[in-house]
């Protein structure tokens, strides 16, 4: 996977700038999620995978979780009720080696397996940990407009048996109010490289895969 790197970027805190009003409304696409359909293949108890999805405010509890069960892999299967534009993801965990280190992104591919996870990501991440839902993942928004389903792959975590996430949260907005809410919280699309915004003290860095 590491064959298809165009660079490095890195995870953004950049909580400060903006007020947690306006910022539980960019991070509202959860909203959107049509959690009766929503999937979560490797989970270890039925029905945790929809629990990660929460509001904004909630991000830092931890009675709602979900853990793997065989391994350290899990594969959420996301429906949206509407097609919208992802501009940035979150994934917080446990402060331990249980923490999810690689994410792969899929667009449009209703129902996916594990057996399906072979094929090439729209984008994959390396992860730092980040049990207190800081760090930001921006993605390529050419590759994620009119997304109707959005498919993530952990595929591994930093060395335990299996994987527990808290929070995964989404930036972005319908395709039908696309001139809402645009302005992210480090405005990536006109700063410099977000490889300038580096993650201090966390190890290994936080880099696009492809």
Same mark, same amino acid.
């Given at each position: 996977m590491s064959g298809h790197g165009h660079g490095h970027g890195h995870g953004c805190s950049c909580e400060h700038e903006h007020d947690p009003a306006e910022r539980g409304l960019e991070y509202g696409l959860y909203q959107r999620i049509d959690l009766e359909k929503l999937q979560c293949l490797n989970e270890s108890r039925d029905g945790d995978g929809k629990l990660v999805f929460?509001?904004? +405010?909630?991000? @830092?509890?931890? =009675?709602?979780?979900?853990?793997?069960?065989a #391994?350290?892999?899990?594969?959420?299967?996301? %429906?949206f009720t509407g097609s919208?534009?992802?501009?940035?993801?979150?994934?917080?965990?446990?402060?331990?080696?249980?923490?999810?280190?690689?994410?792969?992104?899929?667009?449009?591919?209703?129902?996916?397996?594990?057996? +399906?996870?072979? @094929?090439?990501? =729209?984008?994959?991440?390396?992860?730092n940990? #980040?049990?207190?839902?800081?760090?930001?993942? %921006?993605?390529?928004?050419?590759?994620?407009?009119?997304v109707e389903h959005l498919s993530i792959h952990i595929s591994k975590?930093?060395?335990?048996?299996n994987t527990r996430v808290y929070y995964?949260?989404?930036?972005?907005?319908?395709?039908?109010?696309?001139?809402?809410?645009e302005v992210t919280i480090c405005n990536?699309?006109?700063?410099?490289?977000p490889a300038d915004h580096k993650?201090?003290?966390v190890v290994p860095q936080t880099s696009f895969i492809s």
């Open positions: 929460k509001p904004w +405010d909630q991000r @830092r509890e931890r =009675e709602k979780f979900v853990d793997s069960d #391994d350290e892999e899990l594969l959420f299967n996301i %429906p919208v534009k992802l501009k940035s993801i979150i994934i917080s965990g446990e402060d331990d080696d249980t923490h999810p280190a690689e994410i792969r992104l899929f667009k449009n591919v209703p129902q996916m397996s594990f057996d +399906d996870t072979g @094929r090439k990501p =729209e984008q994959s991440f390396r992860l940990k #980040d049990p207190n839902a800081e760090l930001e993942y %921006p993605t390529k928004i050419a590759r994620f407009t009119n975590n930093y060395g335990a048996e995964i949260g989404s930036e972005g907005s319908s395709q039908r109010s696309a001139h809402r809410h990536y699309e006109l700063a410099a490289n993650v201090d003290n």
